[in-house]
């Protein structure tokens, strides 16, 4: 899958700054095909409409924060297998081993620079 023509990918973050960042950083990687949301339920509304490849999540939105939304989509048969990346600035060892027993594929801690997430997206995208 060449990640400039076909990958699409959803952004989750309550803060438009982050989003903001998020989506200039999959621009500088080429990453043309992505849709945006404020809030965990409000993706999932989304995403049970509209699939994509992988989800770029912030942890902590009110509602149902991003390991929710994890949770959520793997529960439902549309969405099982999109890939998912937590993005966080404070991740804790109880934070990961949840992720990976629901399905957590990577973790970029904030502040990130483009190239580690390119490396994060990529290292994803190998496994769909």
Do not use: C, W
Request: no cysteine; aromatic share 4%.
């Amino acid at each position: 899958m060449s990640l400039k023509d076909s990958l699409r990918v959803m952004v989750v973050d309550d803060m438009s700054t982050s989003r903001g960042i998020i989506t200039q950083s999959l621009d500088e990687i080429g990453i043309k095909n992505y849709m945006v949301e404020n809030s965990g339920q409000g993706a999932y509304q989304k995403l049970i409409q509209t699939p994509v490849h992988m989800v770029l999540s912030d942890y902590n939105m009110p509602g149902m924060d991003g390991l929710g939304l994890l949770k959520a989509l793997r529960s439902h048969q549309v969405t099982q297998r999109v890939g998912f990346i937590l993005v966080t600035g404070k991740p804790t060892p109880e934070m990961i081993q949840v992720g990976k027993q629901i399905g957590l594929n990577n973790i970029v801690r904030k502040p990130f620079t483009v190239a580690t997430m390119k490396q994060a997206i990529e290292q994803v995208v190998g496994r769909l």
